[in-house]
């Protein structure tokens, strides 16, 4: 079993920031990718940022020079700072893990977080 554990989220002004963070636990063998994931009210979840085991990084264009995000291999935890924030930034955000869980088996299973509501509003 994987667990991944996000914190972070909450009620922001626009132009505020916040910082998001996932903890990955459990059966893993190895992580290939972390990310960020976000499901607007009454739209499609969509790809925020996403970031390997190796560092290499890929953003939304919506959130370029915006959002970061950070990765750190030994805690298994990948980190999501949002400066000026937007009122259209405002979704449940997910945790991502790409993981290989058994060192026999070349297999990556994807695993998600409970989700963390991000709300931007004056």
């Known amino acids: 079993q994987v667990q991944l554990v996000e914190s972070g989220g909450g009620l922001v002004q626009p132009g505020g920031s916040l910082r998001l963070s996932c903890v990955a636990s459990?059966?893993?063998?190895?992580?290939?990718?972390m990310g960020w994931y976000r499901q607007p009210p009454g739209r499609q979840r969509e790809l925020v940022a996403i970031i390997t085991s190796g560092g290499n990084t890929n953003y939304a264009d919506s959130i370029q020079g915006r959002f970061t995000i950070a990765g750190d291999n030994a805690k298994n935890t990948v980190y999501l700072e949002m400066n000026s924030l937007k009122p259209e930034d405002t979704a449940v955000y997910y945790c991502?893990?790409?993981?290989?869980?058994?060192?026999?088996?070349?297999?990556?299973?994807?695993?998600w977080g409970q989700g963390t509501q991000v709300t931007v509003s004056s």
């Open positions: 459990g059966s893993i063998f190895s992580i290939n990718a």
């Open positions: 991502n893990a790409k993981i290989r869980t058994n060192a026999l088996l070349q297999r990556v299973f994807d695993y």
